[in-house]
């Protein structure tokens, strides 16, 4: 009998050394934050008709007079062309103070989202001074694909 016992000890070892060796990897990549974390790789936006049109006011006087204006909108198109849903969570640029994002912006797997003046938008408060057809960069950032970087442009008030 003792020898039955030895020859299944022998037989088991190998397969019992793979297990624990698959169990302490996969913990491993567990722990290390790889499961359940989307791919930055695997998410692709596209971002088209990036436009801030300039403050009214700002347009009216000329560019020597007085203060700034406080805030005004970007406007723009986000395309998810992967197949996982992604968020736009905030936003920046450097012709502005700051941009305030009203809340996340979710674009769904191969989905458009648009930013316009009759919905969700950007405000980019304490622009810095802005001109008709200026371009400036705006950073957008996303949950899964990180900041991307659009070139918008600067339009005078009332154009599309």
């Not at 913990?27 to 290390?32: L, P």
């Not at 969570?89 to 941009?99: C, Q």
Request: aromatic fraction near 4%; hydrophobic fraction near 45%.
């Amino acid at each position: 009998m003792s020898q039955w016992v030895t020859s299944l000890g022998k037989a088991a070892a190998a397969p019992v050394l793979c297990a624990a060796a698959l169990i302490g990897l996969l913990s491993a990549f567990v722990s290390g934050g790889g499961a359940g974390t989307v791919s930055r790789a695997r998410i692709r936006i596209e971002v088209t008709l990036a436009d801030i049109p300039m403050p009214a006011a700002s347009a009216a006087r000329p560019a020597a007079s007085a203060a700034r204006p406080a805030a005004t909108r970007a406007y723009l198109t986000i395309r998810n062309v992967s197949g996982t849903p992604d968020e736009l969570t905030g936003a920046r640029t450097p012709a502005a103070r700051r941009v305030a994002l009203a809340r996340p912006v979710t674009i769904p797997a191969h989905g458009t989202v648009t930013l316009t003046p009759f919905g969700t938008d950007l405000t980019v408060i304490g622009p810095r001074r802005l001109t008709d057809g200026q371009h400036v960069a705006l950073i957008l950032v996303f949950r899964h694909a990180g900041p991307v970087t659009v070139p918008a442009t600067v339009t005078a008030p009332g154009t599309p």
